[in-house]
Nanobody, 121 residues
Framework: VQLQASGGGLVQAAGSLRLSCAPS????????MGWFRQAPGKAREFVATIKWSDGTTYYADAVKGRFTLSRDNAKNMVYLQMNNLKPEDTAVFYC???????????????WGQGTEVTVSS
């Protein structure tokens, strides 16, 4: 499974961005898709995940209430809507996928290339 992420950019604090991720094959083989981010000098961290079958989502505490993860089965896409962005959200964002039930915050097998998000103060 190859993943294509897009939508990053430069935005001012309190602004919004929407990231998109498209798997290369139909999502019937995917159990869950997630987003992670890596800020400069920091380890990669979990942001959000969605179960493909029923849309159940989980979020990191740092983004709850600001980020919304959704999927479009017809378009085979996932979207990470990011609102009220803060400078500390600045990072390279990666989408990931797993076919393994039970994987939620780590252990994803498939990764896309990163898309950079920069939030200016």
């Amino acid at each position: 499974v190859q993943l294509q992420a897009s939508g990053g950019g430069l935005v001012q604090a309190a602004g919004s961005l929407r990231l998109s991720c498209a798997p290369s094959r139909r999502a019937f083989s995917i159990y869950r898709m997630g987003w992670f981010r890596q800020a400069p000098g920091k380890a990669r961290e979990f942001v959000a995940t969605i179960k493909w079958s029923d849309g159940t989502t989980y979020y990191a505490d740092a983004v709850k209430g600001r980020f919304t993860l959704s999927r479009d089965n017809a378009k085979n896409m996932v979207y990470l809507q990011m609102n009220n962005l803060k400078p500390e959200d600045t990072a390279v964002f990666y989408c990931a996928a797993t076919r393994v039930p039970g994987v939620i915050r780590s252990g994803y097998e498939y990764w896309g290339q990163g898309t950079e998000v920069t939030v200016s103060s």
